[in-house]
């Protein structure tokens, strides 16, 4: 039995011990240069970014604070999902029918862009098909049917499809389900070597890649002036990709987004017998309360299990125990496997959890909080940041013209209204 359970400051995760993917050296700047581009962050979003500019030609500079994929896309559960983090009605009553329907097409396209990603630079990240939306009460049966038929009849989506009894144990073995919706175009893969991957797909295509170099300070203008401790990266645009783990480095893009900390554990490999009584079809699973579970296995066919979620930076009491009970009471048949990792990170979640995407001036440009739905987005974002930088801005523009609202409270009553109103919805998810 593995007892190695690192605590969750912890930057060891299971993903980092099963990294599959080598970069070329990425040594901290430690001079100046010039760049066309520089871009804030080696997550997904930066990433692509950096990828999709530099194959239209541009030079580009990636700095990243401590190491590629450090971030929420080196921690994340892996499910790539169509759609946003919030429902799409929420971006029809903002933009309306015409742009939702832009958007909703965007993400599946986000999703499509994840599996070319993967295909062209051969990525090793065991990219894999098939995800279920759980239904755990008997009021999020209508929700998510009514959500399978708004989605076929009005964005004409007909990879949903509704499971239960024996149809649905073919695919997740508990009884904690009365039913599920299963969808077709999304699925799950390892996120850390995803992201090492576009990395090293940017590195082929010229990007220099700097860990260890936080920004310190960004100098707006034309040229604008990045700063490290080291050395300055002076570039004829700046793209931000630092989402939760920005910190107050632009300080105006602080109070559109709140850190929330999520948690995940991986359990030892399971064998085929237990991997067939939990999820025979190596689909993702998550289900559909507002503070929800999602699970999947990893290519060795361990558990990655994620759930439970904080606010103000303080470790949730009993962690441990609430999310060790949880994969019991899903799967007794897990009953005495250990659990090898656990890990947490930091989602970015905006106030109507829709993406925040947009510039400040005209030659920074920005995209930040995915609220928890970030995996196939984040690519779809950096893509869209490349084209926009291009002169092709229409579709970046489509998704920065969707409206935010500041955290209210300030600095200081933020996090205790958040806490706050998820109190409520946690409250809601037991009734
Ligand atoms: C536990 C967890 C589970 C998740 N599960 C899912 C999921 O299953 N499906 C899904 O769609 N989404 C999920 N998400 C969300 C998803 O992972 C994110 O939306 C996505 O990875 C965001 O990518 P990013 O590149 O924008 O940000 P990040 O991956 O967070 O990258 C930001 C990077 O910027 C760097 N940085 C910050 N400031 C500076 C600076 N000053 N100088 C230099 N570098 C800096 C950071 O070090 C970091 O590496 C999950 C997130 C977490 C934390």
Redesign the pocket.
């Known amino acids: 039995m593995t007892t190695d359970v690192p605590l969750y400051s912890s930057p060891r995760s299971y993903y980092r011990d099963s990294v599959a993917v080598e970069l070329a050296p990425c040594f901290p700047l430690n001079s100046d240069t010039r760049a066309d581009v520089c871009v804030?962050?080696?997550?997904?979003?930066?990433c692509s970014a950096a990828l999709h500019l530099a194959e239209r030609g541009h030079s580009v500079v990636l700095?990243?604070?401590?190491e590629i994929?450090?971030?929420?896309?080196?921690?994340?559960?892996?499910?790539?999902?169509p759609g946003l983090g919030t429902d799409i009605a929420t971006v029809e009553h903002a933009l309306g029918n015409t742009a939702a329907r832009e958007i909703w097409e965007m993400s599946r396209e986000a999703v499509r862009l994840t599996a070319d990603l993967v295909a062209r630079h051969a990525i090793p990240c065991d990219l894999s098909w098939g995800y279920l939306h759980a239904a755990v009460k008997a009021r999020h049966i209508k929700e998510l049917c009514d959500f399978r038929d708004r989605l076929a009849r009005d964005y004409d989506y007909q990879a949903l499809s509704w499971l239960e009894g024996d149809a649905l144990r073919e695919h997740v073995v508990s009884n904690a389900y009365p039913g599920a919706l299963y969808e077709s175009e999304a699925g799950h893969l390892h996120?850390l070597n995803y992201t090492l991957g576009l990395a090293r797909a940017a590195q082929q295509a010229g990007v220099r890649i700097h860990e260890q170099?936080?920004?310190l300070d960004v100098e707006e203008g034309s040229p604008a002036r990045v700063r490290t401790a080291h050395g300055c990266v002076t570039a004829d645009f700046v793209v931000v990709?630092?989402?939760?783990?920005?910190?107050g480095?632009i300080p105006w893009l602080d109070g559109r987004i709140m850190r929330a900390a999520?948690?995940?554990v991986a359990t030892a490999p399971l064998d085929e017998a237990q991997v067939a009584q939990v999820l025979p079809q190596n689909d993702a699973l998550s289900d559909a309360n507002f503070v929800l579970d999602?699970y999947r296995l990893s290519g060795d066919r361990r558990l990655i299990y994620?759930g439970e979620v904080s606010y103000d930076g303080r470790e949730p009491r009993s962690l441990q125990a609430r999310m060790d009970a949880k994969i019991a009471r899903l799967f007794p048949v897990l009953a005495g496997v250990p659990i090898d990792y656990r890990w947490?990170?930091?989602?970015a979640i905006t106030f109507n959890r829709a993406p925040d995407f947009g510039r400040l001036g005209t030659n920074l440009y920005y995209?930040?909080g995915?609220s928890?739905?970030?995996?196939?987005l984040?690519g779809l974002a950096g893509k869209l940041m490349a084209e926009a930088i291009d002169g092709q801005s229409a579709r970046f523009d489509t998704f920065a013209a969707m409206p935010h609202r500041r955290f209210p409270g300030g600095e200081r009553l933020r996090t205790p209204l958040l806490v706050l109103a998820t109190a409520f919805y946690k409250l809601r998810d037991r009734l």
Do not use: F, K
Request: negative net charge; hydrophobic residues 35%; aromatic residues 10%.
């Open positions: 804030i962050g080696g997550g997904i979003t930066g700095l990243e604070a401590s994929g450090y971030g929420a896309s080196g921690r994340s559960g892996g499910q790539i999902l996120p170099s936080a920004v990709a630092g989402n939760a783990y920005l910190g480095l999520n948690y995940m999602y994620g947490g990170g930091d989602v995209a930040q995915y928890g739905h970030g995996m196939a984040a």
